[in-house]
């Protein structure tokens, strides 16, 4: 009996340690998002100092589509799927500066679920929208990070989920090109009737 007991043990130690050891890898793969869409690493927009606990690196970005007295994050908002710190009145305490975090029991679902912004012409997840925060700048997915969407729905005015956009630099140039070859052909059509 008491050889089985210590067996039992053993055992469940061992699945423990391997459960350890894979915990970190899972951990990397959920933070840089699904194969299909990854979490963008950098994004496109300009870093201020800041001096806020939230932004232990010393960067924030300031929030261009929340309109409220305190719009910045830190520099590292959405660049990874994670709880993000958001100063959203359904995440934070607006009246302290900064906006400090509710407790869990009183914020809203999504203020604990996981995202990250992504690149909506590398991405296939069906929840990727445009940002509130950054419009017409960044496109956001919690689908990408394993999590689901409860923000857009809630507390969107003007977004709806899964209208991310892909659009590139080359396609307007390309549009330009097509005009000027329409516009050409017209000309040397007329100049054949003349």
């Given at each position: 009996m008491?050889?089985?007991?210590?067996?039992?043990?053993?055992?469940?130690?061992?699945?423990a340690e391997e459960g350890a050891l894979l915990q970190p890898r899972r951990a990397q793969v959920a933070a840089a998002g699904i194969?299909?869409?990854?979490?963008?690493?950098?994004?496109?927009?300009?870093?201020?100092?800041?001096?806020?606990?939230?932004?232990?690196e010393g960067?924030?970005?300031k929030v261009i589509g929340l309109a409220q007295n305190f719009t910045l994050v830190p520099a590292s908002?959405?660049?990874?799927?994670?709880?993000?710190?958001?100063?959203?009145?359904?995440?934070?305490?607006?009246?302290?500066?900064?906006?400090?975090?509710?407790?869990?029991?009183?914020?809203?679902?999504?203020?604990?679920?996981?995202?990250?912004?992504?690149?909506?012409?590398?991405?296939?997840?069906?929840?990727?929208?445009?940002s509130d925060y950054f419009p017409g700048e960044l496109t956001y997915s919690f689908a990408s990070c394993g999590d689901k969407n409860t923000y857009t729905a809630t507390e969107s005015a003007t977004n709806t989920v899964g209208n991310a956009e892909c659009t590139t630099a080359a396609e307007p140039a390309s549009d330009a090109h097509s005009l000027k070859m329409g516009l050409g052909l017209l000309l040397a059509g007329m100049g054949a009737l003349a």
């Open positions: 008491i050889r089985a007991v210590v067996l039992a043990l053993i055992s469940v130690g061992t699945l194969p299909t869409c990854l979490c963008l690493t950098k994004l496109p927009l300009e870093e201020i100092s800041c001096t806020y606990d939230f932004a232990p960067l924030c970005f908002f959405g660049e990874s799927c994670a709880v993000h710190y958001d100063p959203h009145q359904a995440c934070s305490d607006l009246t302290t500066y900064p906006p400090s975090i509710r407790p869990m029991s009183q914020q809203a679902d999504w203020c604990q679920r996981l995202w990250c912004y992504v690149d909506p012409c590398n991405c296939d997840a069906s929840d990727a929208s445009k």
